[in-house]
């Protein structure tokens, strides 16, 4: 503990403003300020600003009741809607008006923190770093959540080496640093271009101004989701992140429709030349096996090797279900509202 905080004043005590919009999250928003709440931060020096985005269930009960005699967390009623902007990115914007901290950090209703999360990012921070993204994974209990939790390593595992070679492609969201002074230049959320996927957005737009970028991979600087639990929230889920990944430069977007596209493409070429099609299959197979056990061993998580062992036959029913309902002309639905 004190090795953690002689670290912390040699960074000059930064203050940190954590931003969180709500809605409808009366199943989660406890469990994430709890893990807010045992931060070995100083207390003096963070504070929690929640935005309840009109929520229709218990969320402003769960969180009123929390921070009684918690005089850094702070409730923020948005009854209202900026100009240009709309749910998620609308709450983003008005409460961090209300932030006092010269770093901001984001995450979500869903996620859970490990103790030392800003400890970490304020050591991975620097004056010329704009934006700071650490690596997110899922609570797994079912085959389900395993799946989904592979899944995710893949995906940042991909962007974690784009970021290493200095390729901006996105960041999180749900675990996120970004600098008051790069949040400031690029003039906030009410500045930006209205996305659904708005943590991509906020990104290109403080890349685009010359800060510099960071994906960390570290146990400490891990967030913890709730898995979706049923395929339908899963296939609205992955058509909301389509909307900002066709944004994404052809290098990037070329690996992840040919994942897409991989299990038709073998189908075809299984009639032609089925001893290619089974060596790529195999390939594949390896590859992303190996890709999960490291970083699963790197990030001290659990795994499940049965659900490993049948990764490859979700990957078939996610791929050809998520191309096809990205094709079919229907609203993204994300928290009640469509966009």
Same mark, same amino acid.
């Given at each position: 503990?004190?090795?953690? *905080?002689d670290?912390?004043?040699n960074?000059?005590?930064?203050?940190?403003?954590?931003?969180i919009?709500?809605? $409808?999250?009366?199943?989660?928003?406890?469990a994430c *300020?709890?893990?807010?709440?045992?931060?070995?931060?100083?207390?003096?020096?963070?504070?929690?600003i929640?935005?309840?985005?009109?929520?229709?269930?218990n969320?402003?009960t769960?969180? $009123?009741n929390? %921070?009684?005699?918690k005089p850094? =967390?702070?409730?923020?009623?948005?009854n209202?809607?900026?100009e240009?902007?709309?749910?998620?990115?609308?709450?983003?914007a008005?409460i961090?008006?209300?932030?006092?901290?010269?770093?901001?950090?984001f995450?979500?209703?869903?996620?859970?923190?490990?103790?030392?999360?800003?400890n970490?990012f304020?050591?991975?921070?620097?004056p010329?770093?704009?934006?700071?993204?650490?690596?997110? @994974?899922?609570?797994?209990?079912?085959?389900?959540?395993?799946?989904?939790?592979y899944e995710?390593i893949? /995906?940042?595992?991909?962007?974690?080496?784009?970021?290493?070679?200095?390729?901006?492609? @996105? @960041?999180l969201?749900?675990?996120?640093l970004?600098?008051?002074?790069?949040y400031q230049d690029i003039g906030?959320?009410?500045?930006?271009?209205?996305?659904?996927?708005?943590?991509?957005?906020?990104?290109?737009?403080?890349?685009k101004?010359?800060?510099?970028?960071?994906?960390i991979?570290s146990?400490?600087?891990?967030?913890?989701?709730?898995?979706?639990?049923?395929?339908?929230q899963?296939?609205?889920?992955?058509?909301?992140? /389509?909307?900002g990944?066709?944004?994404?430069?052809?290098?990037?977007?070329?690996?992840? %429709?040919?994942?897409?596209?991989?299990?038709?493409i =073998?189908i075809?070429?299984?009639?032609?030349?089925p001893?290619?099609?089974?060596?790529?299959?195999?390939?594949?197979?390896?590859?992303?096996?190996?890709i999960?056990y490291?970083?699963?061993?790197?990030?001290?998580?659990?795994i499940n090797f049965?659900?490993? /062992?049948?990764f490859?036959?979700? $990957?078939?029913?996610?791929?050809?279900?998520? *191309?096809? =309902?990205?094709?079919?002309?229907?609203?993204?639905?994300?928290?009640g509202r469509?966009?």
């Amino acid at each position: 503990m004190k090795k953690k *905080l002689d670290v912390i004043e040699n960074k000059n005590l930064l203050k940190i403003s954590v931003l969180i919009a709500v809605r $409808n999250e009366e199943n989660c928003i406890l469990a994430c *300020l709890e893990s807010l709440f045992r931060q070995n931060y100083p207390a003096d020096l963070f504070e929690v600003i929640i935005g309840n985005d009109q929520s229709e269930d218990n969320t402003e009960t769960i969180v $009123n009741n929390f %921070i009684q005699n918690k005089p850094n =967390f702070f409730l923020v009623n948005i009854n209202s809607q900026l100009e240009g902007q709309m749910g998620k990115a609308n709450v983003l914007a008005q409460i961090a008006n209300h932030a006092k901290g010269e770093l901001l950090c984001f995450t979500d209703a869903d996620i859970v923190l490990g103790n030392s999360w800003m400890n970490e990012f304020v050591n991975k921070y620097s004056p010329t770093i704009g934006i700071i993204t650490g690596f997110t @994974t899922i609570k797994a209990n079912r085959f389900f959540d395993y799946f989904q939790a592979y899944e995710w390593i893949l /995906a940042l595992s991909l962007i974690k080496l784009a970021t290493d070679l200095k390729i901006p492609v @996105t @960041t999180l969201g749900n675990n996120m640093l970004i600098s008051r002074k790069a949040y400031q230049d690029i003039g906030g959320y009410e500045s930006i271009p209205f996305s659904i996927t708005e943590d991509f957005e906020i990104f290109h737009q403080i890349v685009k101004k010359g800060w510099g970028f960071k994906q960390i991979k570290s146990h400490e600087i891990l967030a913890f989701s709730l898995p979706a639990t049923s395929f339908s929230q899963l296939l609205l889920q992955r058509k909301r992140w /389509a909307k900002g990944a066709i944004k994404l430069p052809w290098f990037i977007t070329f690996p992840l %429709i040919l994942q897409l596209l991989f299990f038709p493409i =073998f189908i075809l070429s299984f009639f032609f030349f089925p001893e290619i099609a089974f060596f790529l299959l195999i390939t594949k197979m390896f590859s992303q096996w190996i890709i999960i056990y490291q970083n699963f061993k790197f990030l001290k998580l659990k795994i499940n090797f049965f659900a490993l /062992a049948c990764f490859e036959i979700y $990957n078939l029913l996610i791929s050809v279900a998520s *191309l096809i =309902f990205f094709i079919v002309p229907t609203k993204v639905i994300w928290k009640g509202r469509k966009y």
